[in-house]
C-alpha cells in the first residue's frame, strides 16, 4: 500500500482544479484587509448562503471574527492586479491591498469591488474550524452584478481570464 499524501502532494494535485477567483474583504480604516478565495461556491439559494474556505493563519480570519461582516466579490477579466494584491504579491498587506480600484461601501459597510461580474454584502452566519482551516459560511446582505466582465480563474498555478 502507498504512504500517505504529503500536504505537497495534495497542493500540486489541487492545481488541476480550476478556482473561480474571488476577494473577500473585511475590516475597516487601517484595519482593513483581505484576502483572495478560490474556494468560494453556493451554499444555498434559499435563504442565500456562501460558503469559503480561509486559512486560520490569514490576516483576515480573525477580522472576521472581530467584524462579523464581509465582502465578497467575484474578479472578473480585468482584476488580474487586484488579486495580485489581494493575494500579497510584493508583500502587499492590510488596507494597501485596496489600493489601484474602486470600492463602494454596502449596506453593512463591508466593500465591494465595483465592476466586479458579482458581488455580494455577507454577514458571518458562522465559522466552522477543520485543521488548517475555517468553512466561512456568509449570510448574503445585498447583490451587486455587473454583466459581461467575464472572469478571472486560477489554474495549474497562474490566474488566467474569460471574456
Known amino acids: ?38 474556494s468560494a461556491i453556493s451554499l444555498s439559494a434559499d435563504p442565500p448562503r456562501l460558503l469559503a474556505c480561509v486559512n486560520r493563519t490569514a490576516s483576515s480570519h480573525p477580522l472576521l471574527v472581530k467584524y462579523g461582516r464581509f465582502g465578497w466579490s467575484s474578479l472578473g477579466a480585468a482584476h488580474q492586479a487586484v488579486a495580485e494584491r489581494f493575494s500579497g504579491f510584493g508583500g502587499v498587506k492590510g488596507a494597501a491591498r485596496y ?17 466586479a461580474p458579482a458581488a455580494f454584502d455577507c454577514t458571518v452566519e458562522e465559522m466552522i474550524d477543520r485543521d488548517t482551516h475555517s468553512i466561512l459560511i456568509g449570510r ?4 451587486r452584478t455587473a454583466p459581461d466582465t467575464g472572469a478571472l480563474i486560477y489554474w495549474n498555478g497562474a490566474y488566467r481570464t474569460i471574456d
Not at 102 to 115: I, P
Open 1 to 38: 500500500m502507498a504512504e500517505e499524501p504529503t500536504g505537497k502532494d495534495f497542493r500540486d494535485a489541487m492545481r488541476a482544479f480550476v478556482g473561480n477567483c474571488s476577494v473577500i474583504t473585511v475590516g475597516d480604516g487601517d484595519e482593513a484587509s483581505g484576502l483572495v478565495v478560490t
Open 99 to 115: 489600493d489601484g480600484a474602486e470600492w463602494e461601501t454596502a449596506v453593512t459597510g463591508a466593500r465591494l469591488l465595483k465592476g
Open 140 to 143: 448574503v446582505q445585498a447583490i
